[in-house]
DNA sequence: TCTATATGTTTCAACTTCGAAGCAAGTGAG
DNA sequence: CTCACTTGCTTCGAAGTTGAAACATATAGA
């Protein structure tokens, strides 16, 4: 009487323990330091992970980019980001106009007190990833680390995109 | 004429940009998982991630834990936790009742209900997991991973907690 | 040109998350 | 025992996030 087996999960291979353990580690490491990052950002430039993202990948970019391709960039929803730019600009950090090659685009600038900001709350922000995520690997296992998930984040940007999930699917026309 | 060095963040020491590529990467790469493993969940059981790390701790944990131990093992805020205890019980998924051991306590049940849900959606997610994060890995990346993540995690895991942030220190004897 | 559809963004309502405050039960010192 | 403090959890209000719907502009095809 083989009663059912906790690994079978119905013609699935199931994951392995090593698999596991690299799978939840990956998980809860990042949780981990997502939340650190967030409250030392919040004390030192008010600011949270997300609109720190979001000015960060503007400082880069020539302090200017889209809507969408700031929303894609930073893996979040289009509207979430239509909120967090009215802060940011409410806070006078960005700037938001038309892009003269298409009408419908909005053209997302960083002003100079948002360059600011990104500067100041930098280092820190540095410090706190170099203490939490570096510090406890050698110049060999960040090699590895990076070239892994750089190789990971590909394949994954490879599968159908998220931030605007394909379009409601036109109506099948045969209904 | 130095000017100011992009990579010259005010005596802290900078990233390179081998430690930054890993740094993004791994960010990304976590959040597009995420991001992709949620939308299965939902389809497939209409469970968010959380709801389903709730559900799969307590399948292992012998069925039962508190809801501190709970919190802590997902890197959630209690109060959070409330929430969603509330909607997996009113979804007849878990059960809370008092412990005996300690009065205060709630101790959160997984029912069978439950059970036969993290069955149901369980290889769908092993599936997704291994589609997104190691179909591009070798056995060798596999080990480096899990190594390397379990080392971070540890290391994260080392620095003052984060669930329940400290209590609102006793104000200072000296005042 | 006219029309259908695609794309860029915002609005809106529902849901989720968080921290602070509140309540109840445990614990230790006197 | 009693007081002060700690710990486990929930409640509450404010803020953040999301997908669907609404708009507006673009683009391709007839």
Not at 152 to 168: E, F, G, L, N, Y
């Given at each position: 009487?083989?009663?059912?087996?906790?690994?079978?999960?119905?013609?699935?291979?199931?994951?392995?323990?090593?698999?596991?353990?690299?799978?939840?580690?990956?998980?809860?490491?990042?949780?981990?330091?997502?939340?650190?990052?967030?409250?030392?950002?919040?004390?030192?430039?008010?600011?949270?992970?997300?609109?720190?993202?979001?000015l960060a990948?503007?400082a880069?970019?020539?302090?200017?980019?889209?809507?969408?391709?700031?929303?894609?960039?930073?893996?979040?929803?289009?509207?979430?980001?239509?909120?967090?730019?009215?802060?940011?600009?409410?806070?006078?950090?960005?700037?938001?106009?038309?892009?003269?090659?298409?009408?419908?685009?909005?053209?997302?600038?960083?002003?100079?007190?948002g360059r600011?900001l990104v500067d100041?709350v930098l280092?820190?922000?540095?410090?706190?990833?170099?203490?939490?995520?570096?510090?406890?690997?050698?110049?060999?296992?960040?090699?590895?680390?990076?070239?892994?998930?750089?190789?990971?984040?590909?394949?994954?940007?490879?599968?159908?995109?998220?931030?605007?999930?394909?379009?409601?699917?036109?109506?099948?026309?045969?209904?």
């Amino acid at each position: 009487m083989t009663g059912p087996d906790p690994a079978d999960t119905g013609g699935v291979q199931a994951l392995d323990p090593q698999e596991l353990g690299a799978y939840f580690a990956l998980m809860e490491s990042v949780s981990l330091l997502h939340h650190h990052v967030e409250q030392h950002l919040r004390t030192e430039g008010n600011l949270s992970y997300v609109q720190f993202q979001l000015l960060a990948r503007l400082a880069g970019s020539d302090g200017q980019l889209t809507m969408t391709q700031l929303a894609d960039g930073v893996v979040y929803s289009r509207s979430g980001l239509t909120y967090q730019a009215g802060l940011l600009e409410k806070a006078g950090l960005i700037t938001r106009g038309p892009s003269s090659d298409d009408e419908r685009a909005t053209l997302v600038t960083i002003t100079d007190n948002g360059r600011a900001l990104v500067d100041r709350v930098l280092p820190g922000h540095v410090q706190d990833v170099r203490r939490l995520l570096f510090d406890p690997l050698s110049d060999d296992d960040l090699q590895h680390l990076g070239d892994i998930m750089t190789r990971v984040r590909d394949h994954m940007r490879a599968q159908p995109p998220r931030s605007a999930a394909p379009r409601k699917r036109r109506p099948s026309p045969n209904s």
